[in-house]
């Protein structure tokens, strides 16, 4: 069957295609009903099965045969590391550390926060959760103590595994003082932690509280899985909201193990044994689907790679691992690849690799451009396939299909819709758009499984930010359009976020930080174009009157502030005093104008603006900075 049949196959009958795809899958007890939309918009899959995550990433694959096959490969340049633990090893290790959890009282639907490095630890935290029906909610390593302190208020854990440090080609991170800090912080206060000491940056132990890694394995007894509802939570992954609160995207058991295996086979069209990789971190939506559930549900090893594109030492770091680990298909993000192309423009490290049984390369994150896109297929020779998801459908929502049938890439596009998703593209009304026309990119409901049940602890966020804004339609945030043969091309997001480098955050965030300053009367914060990283943050302030601190102090100490507050992941490091802020009569700030301004866009004076003088001063301040350093009317 083609993609076109496959397809139409999953949205005419999506019961029979997903109850079909779930035969892949191990259940301990088979489900009721595929799909139960008796509480829609809120829909469930296989509501009466029953299953275990853990047992299906490793215990079967081990009872299967493959226990002696490497299910982690851990290659960390930045340590001189490289270690590979077989599927044997790995389910023996998970069912140790799932022992330590228990013995501190973690048991089904206790929730354990994973603030780790990409060490192996880190995937053997998140399966041991899930070997006991724990949920584990895993933090991204450069959010700072404020963003942690606010994710272990929401997941309340009573147990949070953490890294004592990460580790930078620049630095060493110290995660334990950040660790102390946000319980410090926090109104919930969990019990215990569990520290992995590293040696480049051992951490110092709260007494009572604090566990090391190897005290807290000894003498714990292996557990075995506990067999879950297939509706029960997996995990809590937090993502960036319009504000400084972010969203706990609920995942279950069963879908998502349905979902992910589909993928792995007729998206990415690897097959058991062979190697994947994802190089990510484990801390985002692709390092949870990709470096670890995919993968390890679909019986592949997974490559755990502690290091950079570039710098970790070389910008061949890539093809070194490719060729070192026989990689057969491989994920990262655009911004690698712009990273590499520029320091290597000619791949000339390429060549001193064997990448002979190296496939494919997918992209995602960020917009991929298509010179980013163009250069990586012609120096790889082989499919480069930029495709479309977001943290809150935990898979692609838009691709190409190597396991099903390749279809033509066209450069700029994230491909075709995936099976089970119901792609449209809409206008404010609510109403569907022509072919080639922009508007809000939909999901028509149910969406397929695997994808988001709620968020934690507040449906009624979930509806509002998501399906209130069109009934019977999930907002997916992004606008863009559909060409005349369902190519589907992603343009930005429609609310308040902003991707650096392929993460996704929140500028409204970033505005709250600048606007509690009690210097700050007003702000803005912006996406401006970055040739690396694809956009960064760019700050906007107006002064109080009265205030006498020096414009350059006060931007210096924004950036700090913000780096404080968020983490060094937020790359924020411009901020610009202006006399005023553009708005509309009404008092809306125009951000996209000024957006437009910074990047030397085409842009009109909005009719509604209340004095278009203000674009001139911002374009002057803008340019003190280095941007917009053409006029309005495209002269230089
Ligand atoms: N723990 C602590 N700090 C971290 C961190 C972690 N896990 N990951 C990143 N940081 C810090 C970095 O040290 C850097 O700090 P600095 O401001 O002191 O330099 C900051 O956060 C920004 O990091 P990063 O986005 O990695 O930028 P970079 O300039 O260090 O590297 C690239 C640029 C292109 C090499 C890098 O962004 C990259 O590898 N991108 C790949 C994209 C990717 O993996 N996306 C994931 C989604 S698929
Ligand atoms: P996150 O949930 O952090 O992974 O961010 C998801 C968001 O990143 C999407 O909603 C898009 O805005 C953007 N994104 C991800 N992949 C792509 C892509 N291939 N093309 C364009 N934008 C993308």
């Not at 990689?327 to 655009?334: E, G, K, L, R």
């Not at 917009?367 to 297929?377: E, G, K, S, V």
């Not at 049940?453 to 509806?463: A, E, G």
């Amino acid at each position: 069957m083609g993609y076109a049949e496959i397809y139409d196959r999953a949205l005419r009958d999506p019961e029979s295609f997903w109850g079909e795809a779930a035969g892949a899958i191990h259940w301990d007890a088979p489900w009721e009903k595929v799909l139960d939309d008796s509480g829609a918009p809120f829909y469930r899959w296989f509501p009466g099965g029953r299953l275990n995550t853990c047992y299906n990433a490793l215990d079967r694959h081990v009872d299967a045969g493959r226990g002696d096959q490497p299910a982690v490969i851990y290659d960390s340049p930045v340590t001189g590391t490289k270690r590979s633990i077989r599927y044997r090893e790995m389910r023996d290790e998970v069912a140790l550390f799932a022992g330590a959890l228990a013995r501190l009282g973690v048991g089904k639907g206790d929730r354990v926060i994973i603030y780790m490095p990409m060490v192996p630890e880190a995937l053997i935290s998140m399966l041991a959760c899930a070997r006991i029906g724990a949920v584990h909610s895993v933090v991204f390593g450069g959010f700072s103590a404020h963003e942690l302190a606010a994710r272990i208020d929401d997941a309340r854990p009573r147990v949070v595994v953490a890294g004592s440090c990460g580790i930078e080609p620049s630095r060493v991170v110290p995660y334990k003082p950040m660790l102390d800090r946000a319980i410090e912080q926090a109104e919930h206060k969990p019990e215990h932690c569990i520290i992995l000491q590293r040696p480049q940056g051992p951490a110092t132990m709260v007494p009572g509280r604090d566990l090391e890694w190897s005290e807290a394995l000894v003498g714990a007894e292996p557990q075995g899985c506990v067999s879950v509802a297939a509706t029960d939570p997996l995990y809590i992954l937090y993502t960036s909201g319009t504000t400084g609160r972010p969203k706990g995207v609920v995942r279950d058991n069963g879908g998502h193990a349905v979902a992910l295996q589909w993928s792995m086979e007729h998206v990415y069209g690897v097959k058991p044994g062979e190697v994947y990789w994802a190089a990510s971190d484990v801390g985002w939506v692709v390092g949870h689907s990709y470096i670890v559930y995919g993968p390890l549900l679909h019986g592949c090893t997974t490559i755990v790679y502690e290091g950079k594109p570039v710098g970790t030492p070389d910008p061949g770091a890539f093809w070194r691992v490719i060729a070192e680990h026989g990689v057969s298909v491989m994920f990262t993000a655009p911004t690698a690849f712009r990273a590499i192309k520029k320091e290597d423009p000619r791949a000339e490290y390429l060549a001193r690799h064997d990448l002979t049984g190296f496939r494919a390369l997918f992209l995602a994150g960020e917009r991929c451009d298509p010179d980013t896109l163009n250069w990586a297929a012609a120096m790889l020779d082989r499919p480069v396939i930029d495709h479309w998801w977001q943290t809150e459908t935990g898979w692609p929502i838009a691709g190409n299909f190597l396991g099903i049938e390749r279809l033509p890439v066209k450069p700029g596009s994230a491909g075709r819709p995936v099976p089970g998703y119901d792609v449209c593209i809409l206008d404010d009304q609510g109403d569907e758009v022509p072919a080639g026309t922009m508007g809000r990119i939909m999901l028509r409901l149910p969406m397929p499984p695997g994808c988001l049940l709620t968020l934690w602890n507040n449906d009624r966020r979930f509806r509002e930010a998501y399906l209130d804004h069109i009934p019977g339609y999930y907002l997916t945030g992004d606008s863009g359009y559909l060409d005349e043969d369902s190519d589907l091309y992603v343009m930005g997001r429609i609310d308040d976020t902003i991707n650096v480098a392929g993460h996704r955050l929140s500028s409204g965030a970033m505005e709250e930080i600048l606007a509690a300053h009690p210097a700050v009367a007003e702000c803005a914060v912006i996406a401006v174009a970055d040739d690396l990283k694809g956009s960064l943050p760019l700050g906007l302030v107006v002064v109080k009157s009265g205030v006498t601190q020096e414009p350059d102090d006060l931007c210096r100490e924004l950036v700090a502030k913000v780096r404080d507050e968020i983490g060094p992941v937020a790359a924020f490091r411009k901020v610009v005093v202006v006399d005023r802020l553009p708005k509309t009569r009404s008092g809306k700030i125009l951000r996209g104008v000024m957006r437009r301004i910074a990047d030397n866009e085409a842009y009109q004076t909005p009719a509604t603006i209340d004095d278009p003088a203000i674009l001139d001063e911002i374009r002057t301040r803008l340019r003190t900075i280095g941007y917009a350093n053409v006029s309005a009317d495209g002269e230089v």
